[in-house]
C-alpha cells in the first residue's frame, strides 16, 4: 500500500551530498541517530513544558522533518560509508521509537488533542515498529509497509500541530484526523505481519 516511505530515494539523492561532507568530516551515523533522538527529546519538552502555548507546536513539525533528514543520512552513511555496526542497528530502531514516544505523547497535555487518542496512538506506533523488527526473527525482512508509517505519522501529526500553531481552532477536524491515524495504524500493523508471514514462507 502507498507510503510517504516511497519517496525516501529521492529525499535521499538530495541529502547525499550532505551526507558524503558528514563522512568526510568524521561523523558516524550512530552521532548522527543519537543527535536526532536528543533532538526529539528536547521539542518534547519544550510542548510539555508549555502545552498551551503555539511556538512549542511550531517546533514539532520543524523537528519532525529534521529527524526524517537525520535517519535518512544516518541510513546512508552506515551503507554507503561503510560504518554499518551492530550497534547502530539497535540505536536506530530503538532511537526511533524513544523518539516518537518524546514527541507525540506530550501533545496528550495540548488543548485540542484528546488524551487519551493520543496515547492510544502513540501504543500503536510502538506496535507497528515492533512488527515492522519482528520480521526479521521469522526470517523474512524488514518490514517497512503502509499505509501509516513513521514518515507518514510525521506527516499526520506535524501537519495538525503546524495548523494550531499557526492559530488554528483544533475542532472536530482533529479529532476526525486522530481516529483516522489510528485505523491506518491497524491496518499498517496488518499488513506488515502479512507480508512479514508471507516473506518468511518464501
Not at 493520543?118 to 521469522?138: D, H, K, P, W
Not at 517497512?144 to 483544533?170: E, N, Q, V, W
Not at 472536530?172 to 496488518?190: F, H
Request: charged share 10%; proline share 6%; hydrophobic share 50%.
Amino acid at each position: 500500500m502507498a507510503s510517504i516511505y516511497d519517496l525516501k530515494p529521492g529525499f535521499q539523492s538530495i541529502l547525499r551530498p550532505i551526507t558524503k561532507h558528514l563522512a568526510n568530516c568524521g561523523v558516524s551515523p550512530n552521532q548522527v541517530t543519537l543527535l536526532a533522538m536528543l533532538a526529539s527529546i528536547a521539542t518534547g519538552y519544550c510542548v510539555l513544558q508549555w502545552p498551551s502555548r503555539y511556538w512549542p507546536l511550531m517546533l514539532v513539525p520543524v523537528m519532525l522533518f529534521v529527524r526524517m533528514a537525520l535517519n535518512a543520512i544516518d541510513g546512508m552513511l552506515a551503507r554507503e560509508h561503510g560504518m554499518k555496526t551492530n550497534l547502530g542497528a539497535i540505536l536506530n530502531e530503538i532511537g526511533d521509537v524513544i523518539s516518537d514516544c518524546a514527541l507525540y505523547l506530550p501533545l496528550a497535555l495540548v488543548p485540542g488533542f484528546h488524551p487519551q487518542l493520543m496515547v492510544i496512538i502513540v501504543v500503536l506506533s510502538v506496535v507497528s515498529e515492533m512488527m515492522g523488527v519482528v520480521a526479521i526473527q521469522i526470517g523474512s525482512s524488514r518490514r517497512y509497509d503502509g499505509p501509516m508509517g513513521k514518515s507518514d505519522r510525521a506527516l499526520a501529526i506535524g501537519l495538525p500541530c503546524l495548523l494550531m500553531g499557526c492559530g488554528i481552532s483544533p475542532d472536530l477536524w482533529l479529532n476526525l484526523v486522530m481516529v483516522s491515524i489510528l485505523i491506518l495504524l491497524g491496518l499498517t500493523i496488518y499488513n506488515r505481519g502479512k507480508n512479514a508471514l508471507q516473506g518468511s514462507i518464501q
